[in-house]
């Protein structure tokens, strides 16, 4: 898909001379970057999905580990118990016998050595295997511990995405039933503003009210610092036919994802290292582009805030 793309680019290039080659190399490189943070965030999101999933598989594992010796450190105290009886009772037969049968005391005393050596190696075993259960009882606690933390934080960066995406919903909701949309799923808040409440046709100038949407989108923002705030620009699939400062969609949608971090920039309380904009051109399309209504569904701005997740990546990296 990229290699057509940018043979589709190269052609625009070589066909519009007054394009700049740096220019659009530029647009490609921070295209290029900002896709690998996004799927690198994508990606950790995911292992650590499937790093909590392991440990509760281990944990299981623990457990099942853990139950099995304690039936077999019960299994030895049985035949422990067994023995001593045993023992017991050869003992007051040798006490008994002492006195009428030197063969009989011989007997017992052999027997009694060899039941004594064999509650000593059960005894041995025993200790062996409860220092063993110790052992796996430390590490079944460390382990529920450490999935419980987990589950902890993933629980409050949920609830904190959640807190967000109501917070963005009451800030916005002025401008409901116009091409906007708040959508909260894999552990991320989507915004999503069609371009009929942001742009004119074919323009990366921000009208005033898709300027207020924004500027009450960044007041939400600015009191939560630790999330990461990707903007993506979104067009059709109708080839750009405006003026020569744009070489064609990709760097339309740019334009306009770089228009909308420029306004988020005035609210001085965002970190400007928590923004990235990117233009994906007509390349992720929600709807279909064969009707005017799907084109204009694909037309849009879409504001994803992803949790940092630091506090996860701690966790996971202890011993």
Known sequence: MLNKFFLIITTLVLTISCVSPKVYKNLETKYSNVKKEYDLLSEDYGKLQNT??????SLAGLQADYDKTLQQRNKFQNDFDVLKVSYDNLKASYDALEQNST??????SRKNRELLAQLEAKEQALASESMRLNTLEKELEARSNRIVELERVIAMKDKAMTNLKNAIT??????????LTIEQRDGKV????????????GSWAVGSQ???????????????????????????????KGNSQLSGNWDLSTK??????????????????NLTAAGRGEYAPIASNDTAEGKAKNRRIEVVLTPKLDELSRLLNEK
């Open 103 to 108: 063969k009989a005391i011989a007997e017992n």
């Open 52 to 57: 909590l999933a392991g440990l509760e598989k």
């Open 210 to 240: 898709g300027r207020q949407a924004v500027e009450q989108l960044g007041k939400v923002l600015a009191d939560n610092p630790d999330i990461a705030i990707l903007i993506e620009g979104h067009t059709d699939n109708v080839p750009y």
């Open 190 to 201: 989507y915004v999503s503003m069609e371009n009929k409440l942001l742009f004119r046709s």
């Open 256 to 273: 306009r994802a770089t228009a909308i971090v420029n306004i988020l920039r005035e609210n001085l309380n965002i970190y400007p290292e």
């Open 170 to 179: 009451k800030a916005l909701t002025d401008f409901e039933g116009k091409g």
